[in-house]
Antibody, heavy 122, light 108 residues
Framework: EVQLVQSGAEVKKPGESLKISCKGS????????IGWVRQMPGKGLEWMGI????????RYSPSFQGQVTISADKSISTAYLQWSSLKASDTAMYYC???????????????WGQGTLVTVSS | DIQLTQSPSFLSASVGDRVTITCRAS??????LAWYQQKPGKAPKLLIY???TLQSGVPSRFSGSGSGTEFTLTISSLQPEDFATYYC??????????FGPGTKVDIK
């Protein structure tokens, strides 16, 4: 069974750093892109970026480039999303997702983690 | 960048109703469109990919159609568990994936 299990909720202060994780199981972790999606309170879904754990090729949405860092450790089938200096506006639920390719093109985000709630408040 | 709009943004319906949600893209995206369902406090769930292909395990009352710039998600007979928010997503402009703003389906 494919599973993406994310780390637990975090409460941080503005200016602090944070790294949240997403562990994949039940499939070949190095053969699928993993992505991150933000959902701010009461709002819609925003795609942040993706990483290919096989070679750590990473792509970012222009809206999030320079604001976050996506990484992966294929030896433990885990992807990460990190901030060096959090802002109150980073308060949101963050989901990791597996990207499925239909042939050569990505056609969906077929599995989702349970979400990690990040709260940034002084 | 490709933008997606959804209509309506909110709809109120009864159990048994036929419900249709429309997603429009600002430029052609072929059939690179997916639909997701999100219930309160839960992660989104993939319903349909490639505009019209039902994800494994999704009830057949859900269907998708369209190509190019206009797409629809139809629920043939609304069930109590279908009250949720529905999002479309374009995957044509890799890797700039975009979600629509969502349509909330509520109980009348």
């Amino acid at each position: 069974e494919v599973q993406l299990v994310q780390s637990g909720a975090e409460v941080k202060k503005p200016g602090e750093s944070l790294k949240i994780s997403c562990k994949g199981s039940g499939y070949s972790f190095t053969s699928y892109w993993i992505g991150w999606v933000r959902q701010m309170p009461g709002k819609g879904l925003e795609w942040m970026g993706i990483i290919y754990p096989g070679d750590s090729d990473t792509r970012y949405s222009p809206s999030f480039q320079g604001q976050v860092t996506i990484s992966a450790d294929k030896s433990i089938s885990t992807a990460y999303l990190q901030w060096s200096s959090l802002k109150a506006s980073d308060t949101a639920m963050y989901y990791c997702v597996r990207l499925r390719s239909g042939g050569i093109a990505v056609d969906s985000f077929d599995y989702w983690g349970q979400g990690t709630l990040v709260t940034v408040s002084s | 960048d490709i933008q997606l709009t959804q209509s309506p943004s909110f709809l109120s319906a009864s159990v048994g109703d036929r419900v249709t949600i429309t997603c429009r893209a600002s430029q052609g995206i072929s059939s690179y469109l997916a639909w997701y369902q999100q219930k309160p406090g839960k992660a989104p769930k993939l319903l349909i990919y490639a505009a019209s292909t039902l994800q494994s395990g999704v009830p057949s009352r859900f269907s998708g159609s369209g190509s190019g710039t206009e797409f629809t998600l139809t629920i043939s007979s609304l069930q109590p568990e279908d009250f949720a928010t529905y999002y479309c997503q374009q995957l044509n402009s890799y890797p700039l994936f975009t979600f629509g703003p969502g349509t909330k389906v509520d109980i009348k």
